[in-house]
């Protein structure tokens, strides 16, 4: 399996522009995950889906972020419009439970997002 | 308080010494504790998890857990200076998939 695609691995764009972040899970994963890493807040969880579904989206930060998953192969993450403190590498993750019951991410290689 | 706490270090050991690496966490009904090593400019990747009290081992490292002091801790044996890199401590809490990160560990070995 190529593991966690994520695109694009880096953007920089002006204030005020809309982004767009694509992720392809591993196959047969049925959980998908957005986090933020900065140097500031570190790792934190924007959404995630179970089944193509949002289940917890209280990290999304504002309006002007939203994360759709219209099949099981497939999500955006998109910033609309974005603001420098928006700089920031985005991980996408997807899991599958273990059969000790252990939910075990794994990460896509990330986009590193740069708002001028 | 934070839910995950780790210090940020950097901890620095010697080649060939034991590091010790250590997390707390504040949600009692957390479930499953993972580690996971980044190495600069790159993603988490996961090294072990572990869901019930006592030790794991794998290979070099050994996950332990204490949930009645709320502790988790990783050790690796013989630091090798490819082991430099921030170490996350994550957990998963009752009911919910999503993993919550500390801020990482930096560990140094040096030659």
């Known amino acids: 399996d190529a593991g966690v695609i994520q695109s694009p691995r880096h953007e920089v764009t002006e204030m005020g522009q809309e982004v767009t972040l694509r992720c392809k899970p591993i196959s047969g994963h049925n959980s998908l995950f957005w986090y933020r890493q900065t140097m500031m807040r570190g790792l934190e969880l924007l959404i995630y889906f179970n089944n193509n579904v949002p289940i917890d989206d209280s990290g999304m930060p504002e309006d002007r972020f939203s994360a759709k998953m219209p099949n099981a192969s497939f999500s955006t993450l998109k910033i609309q419009p974005s603001e420098p403190r928006d700089s920031a590498v985005y991980f996408c993750?997807?899991?599958?439970?273990?059969?000790?019951?252990?939910?075990?991410?794994?990460f896509g290689a990330g986009s590193r997002l740069t708002v001028l | 308080q934070k839910e995950v706490e780790q210090n940020s270090g950097p901890l620095s050991v010697p080649e060939g010494a034991i590091a010790s690496l250590n997390c707390t966490y504040s949600d009692r009904g957390s479930q499953s504790f993972f580690w996971y090593r980044q190495y600069s400019g790159k993603s988490p990747e996961l090294i072990m998890f572990?869901?019930?009290?006592g030790d794991k081992e794998d290979g070099r490292f050994t996950a332990q857990l204490n949930k009645a002091s709320q502790y988790v801790s990783l050790l690796i044996r013989d630091s090798q200076p490819s082991d430099s890199a921030t170490y996350l401590c994550?957990?998963?809490?009752?009911?919910?998939?999503?993993?919550?990160f500390g801020s990482g560990t930096r560990l140094q070995v040096q030659p």
């Open positions: 993750a997807s899991s599958l439970r273990t059969a000790s019951g252990a939910n075990v991410l794994t």
């Open positions: 572990i869901y019930s009290n």
């Open positions: 994550a957990v998963n809490r009752t009911g919910r998939r999503a993993l919550t």
